[in-house]
């Protein structure tokens, strides 16, 4: 095209200054990471904590939004943020109701929610002193959930210490006596040994014995018990 009488005339080899519109912008890097976080997102279907997965990339992916929004020259990326943010909010949602529905049904009928804490004594009493709320669930059926201490039997296992975290006894350690429950199980062919959470149901029975897997022996047991 010819040059009007005021253009700088220009080489056929000079390119042609780029549009508005053709400048190159980058894919938001929130939109990115929300996208993965989203991808990530059916974690919350695992375990209560792993929501913390979608809620990320729920909030991320607004963030992403708003910056495209403030910076439309500069940044692309709106459908993956808001596909981030359909898709976290999805997964968090079901994860939650899942693990909801899971939690009300792991209990069965006549029994009581028992938890570590509530066998721990009070402040200023002794290791081995046994609170008012674990003597009011004596004799009573509860579900406790632990993990199991680790012996050289792995299999057929009808007897066993559930602990309350692997932190010790994965490491050679020796839980408190407070965090150990002695588990007698009704099937006679027993279970498996597994790293992973148990729930165990039974009947809450509070009796030091002595026991040579641990130093100091148990205070509490669970008998009659079933693996949830």
């Known amino acids: 095209m010819a040059n009007g009488l005021f253009d700088t005339p220009r080489s056929p080899a000079e390119p042609a200054p780029a549009e508005v519109g053709d400048r190159y912008r980058a894919i938001a890097g929130t939109a990115i990471a929300a996208a993965v976080l989203a991808v990530l997102s059916p974690l919350a279907f695992l375990d209560w904590w792993l929501a913390v997965v979608p809620v990320l990339g729920f909030v991320l ?29 999805c997964m968090l949602g079901g994860g939650l109701a899942y693990q909801s529905a899971v939690y009300a049904a792991e209990l069965p009928p006549g029994f009581e929610r028992l938890t570590y804490a509530t066998l721990q004594p009070l402040e200023g009493d002794p290791p081995t002193a046994v609170p008012d709320a674990a ?35 994965c490491f050679g350690g020796n839980p408190k006596i407070t965090d150990r429950v002695l588990v007698q199980l009704r099937d006679t062919r027993g279970v498996d040994f ?10 809450f029975a509070i009796r030091p014995t002595g026991t040579a897997a641990l130093d100091g022996g148990v205070l509490y047991h669970l008998e009659d018990a079933v693996v949830r």
């Open 61 to 89: 992916a607004i963030v992403a939004r708003r910056d495209i929004r403030a910076r439309p020259t500069e940044l692309v990326g709106m459908p993956l943020a808001i596909g981030a943010a359909v898709l976290s909010a």
């Open 194 to 203: 597994s790293p992973r959470l148990r729930k165990i149901a039974g009947r």
């Open 135 to 169: 003597r009011a669930l004596d004799g009573r059926n509860v579900l406790l959930k632990g993990y199991m201490y680790p012996g050289k039997q792995q299999q057929g296992i009808v007897q066993f210490l559930l602990v309350r975290d692997q932190g010790d006894c």
